[in-house]
């Protein structure tokens, strides 16, 4: 089975700053590799499939790249509504979404 | 644009059978989508539990298979999930949402989410 783990688990950071959370699969993925976020008492939301495409309506800030086993999901300016917990998801054959990413307030 | 609802009693007892409907609103359940079913522990992440195609066709979590069962009912344009033999660790907010393949397999759109509590 394919594992998926995600650092870290969890991340203080200001209003501004560049924030980048790495996901690795256990074996190589190509791109089938997707990106959610999780605020508290609300469903996930899809922000990045593909590896690289960004989900329509989601802010150009928010940015994935990667291939192979090695992902990133990159925020380039942390706005206060984005302070939540990010989850990567392998697409590529029994659907396993990594352990989480917490994004806190500094 | 789709909406996805669940359904369900909120708690069960020990040993015994969830049983969880997620209506489809805005789309059609005879699409080529997957209807999936997601659950997520108490502070915990995300578990895949399973799916259904409008066909019939089915497919499971392993760790759960032998206690789940996932069915569509294309007339109501819905689907649903029975759990059996639950023990509190089966207690988690269950997410219905919709798996879409374009190459990678990805949820777009989800449910709010129901809290199935097991105890007695």
């Known amino acids: 089975d394919i594992q998926m783990t995600q650092s870290p688990s969890s991340l203080s950071a200001s209003v501004g700053d560049r924030v980048t959370i790495t996901c690795r699969a256990s074996?190589?993925?190509?791109?089938?590799l997707n990106w959610y976020q999780q605020k508290p008492g609300k469903a996930p939301k899809l922000l990045i499939y593909?590896?690289?495409s960004l989900q329509s309506g989601v802010p150009s800030r928010f940015s994935g790249s990667g291939s192979g086993t090695d992902f990133t999901l990159t925020i380039s300016s942390l706005q206060p509504e984005d302070f939540a917990t990010y989850y990567c998801?392998?697409?590529?054959?029994?659907?396993?979404f990594g352990g989480g990413t917490k994004v806190e307030i500094k | 644009q789709v909406q996805l609802q669940e359904s369900g009693p909120g708690l069960v007892k020990p040993s015994g059978t969830l049983s969880l409907t997620c209506a489809v609103s805005g789309g059609s359940i005879s699409s080529n989508n997957w209807w999936s079913w997601v659950r997520q522990p108490p502070g915990k992440g995300l578990e895949w539990i399973g799916e259904i195609h409008h066909s019939g066709s089915t497919n499971y979590n392993p760790s759960l298979k032998s206690r789940v069962t996932i069915s569509v009912d294309k007339s109501k344009n819905q689907f649903s999930l029975k759990l059996s033999s639950v023990t509190a660790a089966d207690t988690a907010v269950y997410y219905c949402?919709?798996?879409?393949?374009?190459?990678?397999?990805?949820?777009?759109?989800w449910g709010q989410g129901t809290l199935l509590t097991v105890s007695s």
């Open positions: 949402a919709s798996k879409v393949n374009s190459g990678t397999y990805y949820f777009d759109y």
């Open positions: 074996q190589s993925i190509s791109t089938y």
């Open positions: 593909a590896a690289s």
């Open positions: 998801q392998q697409g590529y054959s029994t659907p396993l």
